[in-house]
């Protein structure tokens, strides 16, 4: 079973402005991660949060985490045409995992020129 | 460094048919892992190898999917015979060792074999 649900399924904003998506998961995590996928490529890393971490940067990306919640949520600012794609976020349960990640379904993000 | 390579990209057969894929992990990493990507989902684990030792396949339809990585470096899944619900995208995907548990735990994927049952 698929252990992260994003919110929204689908987003489309225009270029510059800035886009949100959600994850809820349902059992404790060491960590969660972040994915890019760009259509008809394999998934790329963005951003890692430890569970004791609240909020991290990477470039125009932030990321939270609440665990009091089982929630977390990415952030890209300024957003342009490139940043098209799905995103997934994937948790690593907190016990036994062996670096097992478990995604989500991911939003699909559309950035209009 | 060289990415995760893949092949074949593309694969179209008929149902019951036999079909195999092919990962090269990225060199050095000692975990490798294979998932199934239905259209507009998330990627599913199928296997999870650790060198050439499986960790966990409790996801993998054992009837008719088999993995094996020899030698620990590259790998290959075998779907037969297939089904009309197997089409999809099959990913793998490495991951590094020896640089802390969560450099671990970032895994680097290929760009995937889309796979069409008819």
């Known amino acids: 079973s698929q252990q992260g649900e994003e919110d929204p399924q689908a987003l489309s904003i225009q270029e510059g402005e800035n886009a949100t998506m959600n994850c809820s998961y349902k059992?404790?995590?060491?960590?969660l991660q972040w994915y890019r996928q760009n259509s008809g490529r394999g998934l790329v890393h963005l951003i890692l949060?430890?569970?004791?971490?609240r909020e991290k940067h990477s470039g125009r990306l932030r990321v939270t985490l609440d665990t009091s919640k089982k929630s977390s949520s990415l952030l890209i600012t300024a957003s342009r045409a490139a940043d098209t794609a799905s995103y997934f976020c994937?948790?690593?349960?907190?016990?036994?995992?062996?670096?097992?990640?478990?995604f989500g379904k991911g939003t699909l993000l559309t950035v209009n020129p | 460094e060289a990415g995760v390579a893949q092949s074949p990209r593309y694969k179209i057969i008929e149902k019951r048919q036999s079909v195999a894929f092919w990962c090269n992990p990225i060199?050095?990493?000692?975990?490798l892992y294979w998932y199934q990507q239905i259209l507009g989902q998330g990627p599913k684990l199928l296997i999870q190898?650790?060198?050439?030792?499986?960790?966990?396949d409790s996801q993998l339809p054992k009837d008719r999917f088999s993995a094996e990585r020899l030698k620990g470096v590259d790998s290959t899944l075998k779907i037969q015979p297939a089904k009309l619900e197997d089409s999809a995208v099959y990913l793998c995907?490495?991951?590094?060792?020896?640089?802390?548990?969560?450099?671990?735990?970032?895994?680097?994927f290929g760009a995937g074999t889309r796979l069409s049952v008819l």
């Open positions: 949060i430890r569970s004791n971490e």
């Open positions: 190898f650790q060198n050439n030792g499986v960790v966990d």
């Open positions: 995907a490495s991951s590094p060792t020896g640089r802390g548990a969560l450099a671990k735990n970032i895994q680097y």
């Open positions: 059992t404790s995590i060491n960590n």
């Open positions: 060199s050095g990493h000692a975990t």
């Open positions: 994937a948790t690593d349960a907190a016990r036994g995992s062996n670096y097992k990640l478990t």
